[in-house]
């Protein structure tokens, strides 16, 4: 599944009528530079950044974005 993008999530909600064929197409320019998965896996593709990424299948109650889950592991 894709991550989420604030454009989609907008027109899908609003939907294009309402927002004017302008600023829908003004959005769309915009889709790629407001992707969270691209400003996140660009700078992390060269050779200069190790990153190690998890994820949790631990049901949750509330799903939340843009925050990570307290460190499993002890950093000392």
Do not use: K
């Amino acid at each position: 599944m894709p991550q989420r993008n604030i454009v989609q999530d907008l027109l899908g909600q609003v939907g294009n009528q309402r927002l004017g064929d302008g600023l829908s197409s003004q959005l769309r320019q915009l889709e790629t530079e407001l992707d969270a998965d691209s400003y996140m896996a660009n700078p992390i593709s060269g050779d200069l950044v190790s990153v190690v990424v998890s994820v949790s299948f631990n049901p949750v109650q509330e799903v939340q974005y843009g925050s990570l889950p307290e460190s499993i592991v002890d950093s000392r």
